[in-house]
């Protein structure tokens, strides 16, 4: 079975300890302006920002597993606004608003290079658990295992 298609067990890590605080990724700045322009030309250079999602998902343990095994949370957008925090502690909510100004071409490169960043994450996660496809769930639909 392929790892993308293994659920991961939430595990959750209270937030002062998430890497991302540090980082003022749910923090203000006092120029928003200069943040977002910065934002912008940021996101718009996928190979630049491709390499701040792998810093991330190497240097953020606590915040990658928290946010990684939440089924719930889009991965890419995190890794996306984690990645702008850790280059230059810009805030998530100015990071989604450069977003808008990226060209649809940039926005498939940058998700490509978040996409790449996430699978690589998961498959070291996986082996270094040890977590194996739970077959016996799939083919006993319904049946605890």
Known sequence: MKDELLRLPQVYHPVQQWEEIAHNMWGKVT????????AI???????????YMLRVCDEWPIS???????????HRAWLGH???ALAFNCP??????AWSYLTDEQKL????EASRAIAGWRRA???????????????????DT
Do not use: S
């Open 31 to 38: 120029d928003r302006n200069a943040y977002t322009q910065r």
């Open 109 to 112: 490169l940058a998700n490509k």
């Open 41 to 51: 030309q940021f996101t718009g250079n996928h190979l630049e920002y491709g390499l």
């Open 125 to 143: 996660y996986i082996k270094d658990r040890g977590l194996r496809h739970d077959v016996a769930a799939e083919m006993l639909p319904g049946f």
């Open 82 to 84: 984690a990645a702008c």
């Open 92 to 97: 998530e909510d100015i990071v989604r608003q």
């Open 64 to 74: 990658t597993e928290n946010a990684f095994t939440d089924p719930h949370l889009n």
